[in-house]
């Protein structure tokens, strides 16, 4: 099926999380305590955006920012608008709280459906607090798009309908190819996001460029959302102790120096023969 | 036949950078003293950076992709004696600016952007982990009512491995001379000279302004820095807000400790040095004199100058946002600078920046020179207490 480029919609799915040295596990909950960290932009969703908004410069179209969480999460989600996005909606009710990736899934994807018609999905490979990377996939079942994961490049074809995605995997790399509407699940550091411009500041950070959904505005079934639809039981969690670098300055020639860090290296690598 | 460049000329281009530049660029008349200065001509053989060309495109309002306009490394080695006043550097970061806006940036630039917005740091380093330099050391968190002056780290201070053993030096000196101080521990605000230098003013702005509300929030009326890039920013950039602090570099405060009696030397250090001007110290603040006070302080030292310095010095190529850029191992600066200081017979280069300290210990390998030490003037002070 043929697409008509100005019309391409891509909806990016962006998560605020804690900066990772800062989060502490609370034992009792067995919650991530993210009090006091911290935020940022999931780092592969900055990707994300950045391989949407190079699919936008090249063929038009618009981009949609699609998160659920507190309100907080906005003014960095604006970020995403002054990169070049055209529009936030923030999933944001007490009743989405608790929600499990599978919870997670169904009420991104009821906003996604309501915001059809859309072209493609992009996701970051997972968030740097959950790291489960089933976001992508689930997203994919719920709508019924077809999807690629692990993505470091990308390449739509218009006039076919469809996009072609490098899918990474260990010891080598796959060319997807799949027909539109796809969720593209996108590998952390594949580019260089572009630095927001700060001339849309005052664009991005107007009201209107912000659209809050909560449950009451969303055609969902409250079985199925928040810690209600959440079938995922954390048992245990504690916390790993963060590995100390061990800095080690060589120090001669640079022939020495590369003899020394080759021995050090044979020192921790099993190397056979 | 000679190819003749077809150049378009854009007029509007040419506006918007007379206003950014305040009318400055309209004052070049293409003379080439900055081309003939400019260190570059020494590192490439036969492709100079081209200021003067480069001006002129700029005046043309030509639509400039060329890359050199990122070589500059913001050293005032052309703007010391420009016949017309030109802020060269400034120009060519408001040429940046355009670049920005027109999304052509060498790869790796807007990264440093986004670690500043995400780490309050250009180099990629976990904002709380700001403090860990002062690990079992007396460091406390500035109070305005006990402390005499802020004690400003800096990112690179902060966070390099090799510059923070100059802020832990520069804690034993503060101790030894019964300096009153202290610091903003995590909280410390980035002074936003890596945005500047890589032209993106906007946020430049934003940082300074923004550092210096931090500094009244936290009633700061006089504050010492580490790097001349810092100290930099807060004196000549941060009065534009509104600032009510005073902004010294540690060479100025550390000599003012000396000559107020605060501070002895009494450990020989039987040292032969040769002092580097940092760019922003020294022909960027005029400061030349006070960290050679501090060395000719020190018992047993002795100073030598080499060929060039002061107003002269060459620049050690970190300045202008080059630190977050590659330089080909055989064009930099620093390895002439190297051989300078060789050629004086000093055992020690000693500067009083640690994106000098950074370059010239690069060099010192890339050029062979392994005899030669790279200190900072703090880690040579701290050397001569008791």
């Known amino acids: 099926m043929a697409y008509v480029a100005n019309e391409l919609h891509l909806v990016v799915c962006v998560k605020v999380v804690p900066k990772p040295e800062e989060v502490r596990v609370d034992p009792q909950s067995r919650r991530l305590d993210r009090a006091g960290a911290r935020s940022e932009i999931n780092p592969p969703d900055l990707n994300a955006v950045e391989f949407a908004l190079q699919i936008k410069d090249r063929f038009g179209g618009k981009v949609s ?36 990736t599978l919870a997670t899934t169904y009420t991104l994807a009821k906003a996604i459906h309501r915001l059809e018609p859309v072209h493609l999905v992009f996701c970051g490979e997972e968030s740097s607090d959950g790291a489960t990377g089933q976001v992508p996939p689930g997203l994919a079942e719920w709508l019924g798009y077809q999807q690629i994961t692990l993505v470091s490049d990308i390449e739509v074809n218009m006039s076919q309908g469809v996009v072609r995605g490098r899918r990474e995997r260990q010891g080598g790399y796959e ?11 996108v590998k952390t550091g594949c580019n260089e996001p572009r630095f927001w411009d700060y001339r849309l500041k005052p664009w991005a950070f107007a009201p209107e460029r912000v659209t809050v959904w909560s449950a009451s505005d969303m055609d969902v079934d409250p079985e199925f959302i928040g810690l209600a639809g959440s079938p995922t039981q954390v048992v245990g969690l504690e916390q790993a102790p963060s590995r100390e670098r061990k800095r080690i300055m060589l120090s001669g020639s640079p022939e020495e120096v590369a003899q020394q860090l080759a021995a050090r290296l044979r020192e921790v690598l099993p190397l056979s023969g | 036949m000679t190819q003749v460049e077809h150049l378009i000329v854009d007029d509007a281009r040419w506006d918007t950078l007379y206003q950014r530049t305040r009318g400055a660029v309209a004052l070049c008349y293409q003379c080439g003293v900055c081309t003939a200065l400019c260190p570059w001509g020494q590192v490439r053989e036969g492709k100079p950076l081209s200021v003067r060309s480069l001006l002129r495109r700029a005046q043309l309002g030509v639509p400039d992709d060329h890359e050199d306009i990122w070589l500059c490394t913001a050293c005032a080695q ?29 790869k790796g630039l807007p990264s440093v952007l986004w670690s500043i917005t995400w780490n309050n740091n250009p180099w990629s380093q976990p904002p709380s982990h700001r403090s860990l330099w002062a690990k079992g050391l007396e460091v406390p968190r500035f109070d305005p009512n006990e402390h005499e002056v802020l004690y400003y780290v800096g990112c690179t201070a902060a966070y390099d491995r090799r510059a923070q053993k100059v802020a832990r030096a520069l804690v034993k000196l503060f101790q030894a001379a019964g300096v009153r101080f202290g610091t903003l521990g995590d909280d410390e605000p980035c002074c936003g000279d890596a945005t500047k230098s890589l032209g993106y003013a906007p946020y430049f702005e934003e940082i300074v302004q923004n550092a210096a509300q931090v500094f009244a929030q936290n009633g700061v009326r006089r504050l010492v ?11 000549n950039y941060a009065p534009r807000y509104q600032a009510d602090f005073e902004a010294e570099h540690y060479t100025q405060f550390i000599d003012r400790c000396l000559s107020e009696g605060r501070l002895r030397f009494s ?23 006070a960290p050679r006070r501090i060395l000719d302080a020190i018992p047993g030292l ?51 920046c640690p994106f000098c300290i950074a370059c010239f210990e690069e060099s010192v390998k890339t050029v062979g020179a392994g005899n030669l030490r790279v200190m900072d003037v703090a880690e040579l002070a701290a050397m001569a207490i008791e």
Do not use: K
């Open chain 2, 225 to 235: 820095a580490t790097s001349p890039h810092c100290f930099d920013t807060f004196r």
């Open chain 1, 175 to 185: 060319i997807l190819e799949v027909p539109l509407p796809a969720v593209i699940s």
């Open chain 2, 267 to 289: 450990r020989e250090v039987p040292l032969r040095v040769t002092f580097h001007d940092p760019c922003f110290l020294g022909r960027r603040n005029g400061e030349y004199e």
């Open chain 2, 302 to 352: 002795e100073q030598v100058e080499m060929a060039r310095s002061r107003q002269d010095a060459l620049c050690c190529g970190g300045g202008g946002g080059r630190m977050w850029m590659e330089t080909p191992a055989d064009e930099r600066f620093a390895n002439l600078r190297v051989q300078d200081a060789l050629a004086t017979g000093a055992q020690v280069l000693v500067t009083a």
């Open chain 2, 78 to 106: 052309c703007e010391a004696l420009c016949p017309r006043g030109v802020p060269v550097a400034e120009v060519f970061q408001s040429l940046r600016g355009m670049a920005w806006e027109e999304r052509r940036v060498p």
């Open chain 1, 65 to 100: 920012i699609l998160s659920m969480g507190p309100p907080f999460f906005e003014p960095y989600l604006r970020i995403c608008l002054a990169m070049g996005a055209d529009h936030v909606y923030l999933l944001s009710d007490r009743l989405f709280g608790g929600a499990d």
